[in-house]
């Protein structure tokens, strides 16, 4: 399982999250507040994605990210909930595969674990991120998947 500290890193640290949530109930407070839009550039960095695939895994438009990065904002709940979700997967796949570059990779190609799906592509939803997750656990413990 993905730590709460590595979540974070991805999201570009506690300064970046501007705050320090260390359990569940704590993520839960900064994404009803709404997690900075710099966290959201800090795992476009990590995930290695343009604007137009971080503002839709958001589920925001290009210009509303735009926006938002320009005025320093926050974004919505559901964003942040959204963000959250692929900072997660993005964390795991970081572990499993021990470098950004590595878990970038796997994350924008074709999976057959997956039934040839992109993995970025399903964690525009709970399900398709509950499917990427479990797929990465049986690659971290050593299950052909």
Known sequence: MTSMAAIAGVLGGSRAVG???????????????????GSAEALKRAIAVPDRELAALLGISEKTLSRGRAAGGRLDPVASDRLFRVARIGALAIGVFESEAAAADWLKRPQIGLGGRVPLELLTTDVGRDQVEKLLLRIEHGVYS
């Open 19 to 37: 705050a320090r949530p260390k359990t569940a109930a704590d993520w839960q407070a900064v994404i009803e507040e709404g997690i900075p839009v």
